[in-house]
């Protein structure tokens, strides 16, 4: 079965500095994609970065990058020179298939406090 | 462009009561519809969804239901509302080609009392 794990339930960084959160994975499909979504308390869900289970390079968005160490099932969100609107939630969710899959399950989710 | 809307945006319901949260697109035809479910400070649980009209695949038995009458228009629903049902629903559509991310609508925070 699927799995999405993310233990970190919040997470503090100082302003200008960058920040790891942590996602790690498990499936039997070897074909899957990885995101990452942002959620502020608006509630809206912003889709940040994606990266494809056969993708070799890592995927990078601005200042999102994906740091994928498929090995270890871990699919990590760095967030460099954190501002304080990256005040957030952030979700990991994984999609079995590249496509046509149809479900896509969430982890629990990391609040990130940025300090000014 | 593709959007998503929702409504309403916030809703306040009795115990026993009946729900209809409608969920609509536009700019897409033939688009993969959800329903996710979030409970206050949780992730996000996939209850709904829909590859095609008339065609609804749960995720997790409720009392809740969906509908999809129309190709870009997705109905939650529910006979009779538990304190359980409270919570944050979001719709969300894909295109389902790869690489293709869930957008997601503004949500509807659902309050029973």
């Known amino acids: 079965a699927q799995k999405i794990t993310q233990t970190q339930p919040g997470m503090f960084v100082q302003e200008k500095e960058a920040v790891t959160l942590d996602c790690t994975y498990d499936?039997?499909?070897?074909?899957?994609?990885l995101f990452w979504y942002k959620q502020p308390s608006s509630g809206e869900m912003i889709f940040l970065i994606y990266?494809?289970?056969?993708?070799?390079q890592n995927a990078t968005e601005g200042r999102y990058s994906l740091n994928f160490q498929k090995a270890r099932k871990s699919a990590n969100l760095v967030i460099s020179a954190s501002q304080l609107g990256d005040s957030a939630m952030y979700f990991c969710?994984?999609?079995?298939?590249?496509?046509?899959?149809?479900?896509?399950?969430f982890g629990a989710g990391t609040r990130l406090f940025v300090k000014a | 462009s593709q959007t998503i809307h929702q409504w309403p945006a916030t809703l306040v319901q009795p115990v026993g009561s009946p729900l209809s949260l409608e969920c609509t697109v536009e700019?897409?035809?033939?688009?993969?519809l959800y329903w996710y479910r979030q409970a206050a400070g949780r992730g996000l649980q996939l209850l709904f969804y829909?590859?095609?009209?008339?065609?609804i695949s749960s995720e997790v038995p409720q009392n809740l239901s969906a509908s999809r009458p129309q190709d870009r228009q997705f109905i939650l629903s529910s006979k009779k509302l538990l304190l359980s049902d409270s919570g944050f629903y979001l719709c969300?559509?894909?295109?389902?080609?790869?690489?293709?991310?869930?957008?997601f609508g503004p949500g509807t925070r659902l309050l029973v009392l």
């Open positions: 969300a559509w894909s295109s389902g080609r790869e690489k293709e991310t869930q957008y």
């Open positions: 499936t039997s499909d070897p074909s899957y994609g």
């Open positions: 990266q494809g289970s056969y993708d070799q």
């Open positions: 969710a994984m999609r079995e298939g590249l496509g046509g899959g149809f479900k896509t399950i």
């Open positions: 700019g897409t035809s033939n688009p993969n």
């Open positions: 829909s590859v095609g009209i008339g065609q």
